[in-house]
C-alpha cells in the first residue's frame, strides 16, 4: 500500500510540472503524507526515505518545468513582438543578464550572455569614468528610477537602459529588471526632437550634432568652420533654450531619445497620484510603499495578504481614493522585505519590521497610525502592535490567520491553509521549493485557480467577489510585480508565520477589532474567535453568509473603523472596476500597438 502511494505521488508530482493545474492536488498529497509522518502512522525510518525520495523527485520536476518555460519564452509571443522592432531590445534580470533579446540587439554585436561592463555616455574620452557591470547598472538605474544612457568603450552604440516600472508602463513584463535600448547616438531622431521643442537654429543644430560625434567643442566647431569661441556661444543659447547645465547633460538627452519610438501613452492613474513610493531606511535598504488619501486624513497602515491580490491601490488609484476621501483617511500599505520593491532581508522574527514601520511613520509625519490588515497579514500587523504599543492607536483584522489554532480537520480548508499550517510548518524545505512553483503557477493562469477555490468554498460571496473576471486578471499582474525580485520574502514571512508567533498577543493592549465571515475556509472563524478571547481589548465579529475574501469589497468600512470612525459594518461597499472593456488583456500590454509608432531612422 505505501509503495502504491509513493508511486501515485511521484507520478503526481512529475504531472504537475507539466499542468499546474494539477497543483493543488499535488498539494494535497504531500501534506497527507506529511502529516501520516507527524502522526507516527508511518513506520519513522521509512517515512524519512520515503519523503526524501519524494524531495529528489520534485527537484527534478521543477527543474524539468523551469526548463519548459525556458523554452516556451524563447518562442513566446513576446519574442516574436520584440523581433519586429528594427531597434535592439532586451529583457533583462537583476543579476545582469538576458531573459530576451531580439535580433535587432544581438546584430549590434553586444555579447549579453558574457560578462559586459558599460560607462555613461557622453563623456570626451579623457573624462571616461570606470565601467560598471550591467548588473551594477540595473541595480543602479532602478534605485533612480531613471533610464540610464550607456555605451561600451569600443563601440558608437549607445545603449538606453529603462528603469522596471518605466519598462512596465510601456507593456514589458514585469520579470524584466531593466529594459536595454540600443541605439545609435548619430541619429537625427533625438536632435530634431530637440531642436522642435526648443527652436534652435540650424546652427545650433549644427553645433549639437558636432558634440554628437566628437564629445568635443574644439573639434565640433572647427567642423562648422567656426571658432572655439563662437563655438561656446552657440552652446549657451543651446543651454538657455533648453535649460541644460552641460554637455553631458546634452548628449544624454538625446541619447535618450529612444524614449520616442514608443509611442505617448495616456499617464496612468498610479503616475498621476504617485501611489508607488520609495524610503531609504537608515541602514541603507530601501523600503517601497503605497499611499492613497487626503494629505490631512487619518493614517491607517495596511498590511495586505501575502499573495498582496485584493487591495489593489495601483490598479485602480480613482475608485480607492474616492472612499478614503470619503472618510477622511491618509491609507499607507507598506512591502514587506523582498517584497515589491523593498529590498530583502532575512528575518528571524515578524517582530523585525518593526523598526522599519517606526522610521516610516516618522518619515510620514504622524505620531501615532493605526493598523488594518487581511488574512496572513495579522501576523506582522499584532508583531507591530506588540513592539510599537505607544504608535499604535487601533488595530483591526479581517479574516485572521492565528497559527495557535488548528482546525480539526484540515483537508476540508483551501490549500493555502495546507501549506501554512502543515507543510511550512513540518516540511519547510519542501515549502520553500513548492511556493515559487505555485507563484508561477498561478501568475500564468489567476482565473483558474480563482475557479477553483470557487467549485470549493462555501461561502457564496466569496464566489460572487472572485468570479468577477477583474480579479484574476489583476491578481496575476500584481502578483508578477509583487514576486519580480523573487520569492523569498514570500517564503521567509510564511515560514515564520508557520512556526508560531515569538510574541505573546495577551500583552497587546492595544483596541484591536476582528471581523470574520462563518464560510471562511483558508483561515477558519474560530481561529479569529480564539484570538480574540486571547487579546485582553478585542472584539469579535462573525458575519454568517462571508467568507475569507469580504475585505475585497468591505475594506472600505473597516478602513474608518480602523481609523477611529464610528461606522456602520457595510456603510460603504467598494464596487470592483470591469478591465475587460477598459484595458488590453494581454500580458504585453501595448507593445504590438506601440511598433506601429517606430521611426523609419531606427
Given at each position: 500500500?505505501?509503495?502504491?502511494?509513493?508511486?501515485?505521488?511521484?507520478?503526481?508530482?512529475?504531472?504537475?510540472?507539466?499542468?499546474?493545474?494539477?497543483?493543488?492536488?499535488?498539494?494535497?498529497?504531500?501534506?497527507?503524507?506529511?502529516?501520516?509522518?507527524?502522526?507516527?502512522?508511518?513506520?519513522?525510518?521509512?517515512?524519512?526515505?520515503?519523503?526524501?525520495?519524494?524531495?529528489?523527485?520534485?527537484?527534478?520536476?521543477?527543474?524539468?518545468?523551469?526548463?519548459?518555460?525556458?523554452?516556451?519564452?524563447?518562442?513566446?509571443?513576446?519574442?516574436?513582438?520584440?523581433?519586429?522592432?528594427?531597434?535592439?531590445?532586451?529583457?533583462?534580470?537583476?543579476?545582469?543578464?538576458?531573459?530576451?533579446?531580439?535580433?535587432?540587439?544581438?546584430?549590434?554585436?553586444?555579447?549579453?550572455?558574457?560578462?559586459?561592463?558599460?560607462?555613461?555616455?557622453?563623456?570626451?574620452?579623457?573624462?571616461?569614468?570606470?565601467?560598471?557591470?550591467?548588473?551594477?547598472?540595473?541595480?543602479?538605474?532602478?534605485?533612480?528610477?531613471?533610464?540610464?544612457?550607456?555605451?561600451?568603450?569600443?563601440?558608437?552604440?549607445?545603449?538606453?537602459?529603462?528603469?522596471?516600472q518605466e519598462a512596465i508602463r510601456m507593456g514589458f513584463p514585469a520579470k524584466a529588471a531593466a529594459v536595454l535600448v540600443a541605439t545609435n547616438p548619430n541619429?537625427?531622431?533625438?536632435?530634431?526632437?530637440?531642436?522642435?521643442?526648443?527652436?534652435?537654429?540650424?546652427?545650433?543644430?549644427?553645433?549639437?550634432?558636432?558634440?554628437?560625434?566628437?564629445?568635443?567643442?574644439?573639434?565640433?566647431?572647427?567642423?562648422?568652420?567656426?571658432?572655439?569661441?563662437?563655438?561656446?556661444?552657440?552652446?549657451?543659447?543651446?543651454?538657455?533654450?533648453?535649460?541644460?547645465?552641460?554637455?553631458?547633460?546634452?548628449?544624454?538627452?538625446?541619447?535618450?531619445?529612444?524614449?520616442?519610438?514608443?509611442?505617448?501613452?495616456?499617464?496612468?492613474?498610479?503616475?498621476?497620484?504617485?501611489?508607488?513610493?520609495?524610503?531609504?531606511?537608515?541602514?541603507?535598504?530601501?523600503?517601497?510603499?503605497?499611499?492613497?488619501?487626503?494629505?490631512?486624513?487619518?493614517?491607517?497602515?495596511?498590511?495586505?495578504?501575502?499573495?498582496?491580490?485584493?487591495?489593489?491601490?495601483?490598479?485602480?488609484?480613482?475608485?480607492?481614493?474616492?472612499?478614503?476621501?470619503?472618510?477622511?483617511?491618509?491609507?499607507?500599505?507598506?512591502?514587506?522585505?523582498?517584497?515589491?520593491?523593498?529590498?530583502?532581508?532575512?528575518?528571524?522574527?515578524?517582530?523585525?519590521?518593526?523598526?522599519?514601520?517606526?522610521?516610516?511613520?516618522?518619515?510620514?509625519?504622524?505620531?501615532?497610525?493605526?493598523?488594518?490588515?487581511?488574512?496572513?497579514?495579522?501576523?506582522?500587523?499584532?508583531?507591530?502592535?506588540?513592539?510599537?504599543?505607544?504608535?499604535?492607536?487601533?488595530?483591526?483584522?479581517?479574516?485572521?490567520?492565528?497559527?495557535?489554532?488548528?482546525?480539526?480537520?484540515?483537508?476540508?480548508?483551501?490549500?493555502?491553509?495546507?501549506?501554512?499550517?502543515?507543510?511550512?510548518?513540518?516540511?519547510?524545505?519542501?515549502?520553500?521549493?513548492?511556493?515559487?512553483?505555485?507563484?508561477?503557477?498561478?501568475?500564468?493562469?489567476?482565473?483558474?485557480?480563482?475557479?477553483?477555490?470557487?467549485?470549493?468554498?462555501?461561502?457564496?460571496?466569496?464566489?460572487?467577489?472572485?468570479?468577477?473576471?477583474?480579479?484574476?486578471?489583476?491578481?496575476?499582474?500584481?502578483?508578477?510585480?509583487?514576486?519580480?525580485?523573487?520569492?523569498?520574502?514570500?517564503?521567509?514571512?510564511?515560514?515564520?508565520?508557520?512556526?508560531?508567533?515569538?510574541?505573546?498577543?495577551?500583552?497587546?493592549?492595544?483596541?484591536?477589532?476582528?471581523?470574520?465571515?462563518?464560510?471562511?475556509?483558508?483561515?477558519?472563524?474560530?481561529?479569529?474567535?480564539?484570538?480574540?478571547?486571547?487579546?485582553?481589548?478585542?472584539?469579535?465579529?462573525?458575519?454568517?453568509?462571508?467568507?475569507?475574501?469580504?475585505?475585497?469589497?468591505?475594506?472600505?468600512?473597516?478602513?474608518?473603523?480602523?481609523?477611529?470612525?464610528?461606522?456602520?459594518?457595510?456603510?460603504?461597499?467598494?464596487?470592483?472596476?470591469?478591465?475587460?472593456?477598459?484595458?488590453?488583456?494581454?500580458?504585453?500590454?501595448?507593445?504590438?500597438?506601440?511598433?506601429?509608432?517606430?521611426?523609419?531612422?531606427?
Amino acid at each position: 500500500m505505501r509503495v502504491e502511494t509513493n508511486d501515485r505521488l511521484t507520478h503526481l508530482v512529475y504531472e504537475a510540472s507539466l499542468d499546474n493545474s494539477l497543483l493543488p492536488e499535488l498539494i494535497l498529497e504531500l501534506t497527507e503524507q506529511v502529516q501520516l509522518a507527524a502522526d507516527g502512522r508511518m513506520i519513522e525510518a521509512e517515512s524519512r526515505q520515503d519523503l526524501s525520495d519524494l524531495m529528489e523527485h520534485f527537484r527534478r520536476a521543477i527543474e524539468i518545468s523551469e526548463k519548459m518555460v525556458r523554452l516556451q519564452e524563447r518562442g513566446s509571443d513576446l519574442e516574436a513582438v520584440l523581433g519586429t522592432f528594427a531597434v535592439g531590445i532586451a529583457l533583462i534580470d537583476d543579476s545582469g543578464r538576458p531573459i530576451v533579446v531580439n535580433r535587432a540587439m544581438r546584430e549590434t554585436g553586444l555579447a549579453l550572455e558574457a560578462p559586459i561592463r558599460l560607462l555613461p555616455a557622453g563623456h570626451a574620452d579623457a573624462t571616461l569614468p570606470e565601467a560598471q557591470s550591467l548588473s551594477r547598472w540595473v541595480s543602479e538605474t532602478n534605485r533612480i528610477e531613471t533610464p540610464q544612457s550607456l555605451m561600451t568603450r569600443d563601440s558608437d552604440t549607445t545603449y538606453l537602459l529603462l528603469p522596471r516600472q518605466e519598462a512596465i508602463r510601456m507593456g514589458f513584463p514585469a520579470k524584466a529588471a531593466a529594459v536595454l535600448v540600443a541605439t545609435n547616438p548619430n541619429t537625427a531622431d533625438g536632435l530634431r526632437a530637440l531642436a522642435n521643442a526648443h527652436d534652435l537654429t540650424l546652427r545650433e543644430q549644427a553645433l549639437v550634432r558636432g558634440l554628437m560625434e566628437t564629445s568635443d567643442l574644439r573639434k565640433a566647431s572647427k567642423a562648422m568652420g567656426i571658432s572655439y569661441e563662437s563655438g561656446r556661444t552657440y552652446l549657451k543659447r543651446v543651454f538657455e533654450k533648453t535649460g541644460l547645465t552641460s554637455q553631458v547633460d546634452l548628449i544624454n538627452t538625446i541619447a535618450r531619445s529612444p524614449m520616442s519610438m514608443f509611442r505617448e501613452r495616456q499617464t496612468t492613474d498610479e503616475e498621476r497620484f504617485q501611489v508607488r513610493r520609495l524610503h531609504r531606511l537608515p541602514d541603507g535598504r530601501m523600503l517601497e510603499y503605497f499611499i492613497l488619501g487626503p494629505e490631512k486624513g487619518r493614517p491607517v497602515l495596511l498590511f495586505d495578504a501575502l499573495s498582496g491580490s485584493s487591495i489593489d491601490l495601483t490598479g485602480f488609484p480613482r475608485q480607492y481614493y474616492e472612499h478614503l476621501e470619503h472618510y477622511g483617511v491618509r491609507l499607507v500599505m507598506p512591502c514587506r522585505p523582498g517584497i515589491y520593491r523593498s529590498d530583502f532581508r532575512k528575518m528571524t522574527s515578524l517582530r523585525d519590521f518593526a523598526p522599519d514601520l517606526e522610521n516610516l511613520i516618522d518619515a510620514l509625519g504622524n505620531d501615532q497610525v493605526s493598523l488594518m490588515s487581511f488574512s496572513f497579514g495579522s501576523g506582522i500587523a499584532l508583531a507591530t502592535a506588540h513592539e510599537l504599543p505607544d504608535r499604535i492607536r487601533k488595530v483591526v483584522l479581517s479574516s485572521p490567520s492565528y497559527p495557535a489554532y488548528k482546525h480539526e480537520n484540515w483537508r476540508e480548508l483551501d490549500q493555502f491553509y495546507h501549506l501554512s499550517a502543515v507543510l511550512a510548518q513540518r516540511w519547510p524545505a519542501m515549502f520553500r521549493q513548492l511556493i515559487p512553483f505555485l507563484v508561477r503557477s498561478i501568475i500564468q493562469n489567476a482565473p483558474r485557480y480563482m475557479e477553483r477555490y470557487c467549485n470549493r468554498t462555501p461561502s457564496t460571496h466569496d464566489v460572487e467577489l472572485l468570479s468577477h473576471p477583474t480579479i484574476g486578471i489583476r491578481s496575476s499582474r500584481m502578483l508578477e510585480e509583487r514576486t519580480a525580485g523573487g520569492v523569498n520574502g514570500m517564503v521567509e514571512e510564511n515560514l515564520l508565520n508557520a512556526r508560531g508567533w515569538d510574541f505573546d498577543v495577551s500583552m497587546i493592549h492595544t483596541e484591536v477589532e476582528i471581523y470574520h465571515g462563518a464560510f471562511d475556509n483558508v483561515a477558519p472563524a474560530q481561529g479569529g474567535e480564539t484570538l480574540a478571547r486571547t487579546l485582553p481589548n478585542a472584539s469579535f465579529t462573525k458575519f454568517d453568509d462571508k467568507g475569507h475574501y469580504q475585505h475585497i469589497s468591505s475594506w472600505p468600512w473597516m478602513v474608518a473603523r480602523a481609523a477611529g470612525f464610528d461606522v456602520a459594518p457595510y456603510d460603504r461597499i467598494y464596487t470592483i472596476p470591469d478591465l475587460r472593456h477598459s484595458c488590453s488583456l494581454s500580458p504585453f500590454g501595448d507593445i504590438a500597438t506601440d511598433i506601429a509608432s517606430l521611426g523609419s531612422g531606427y
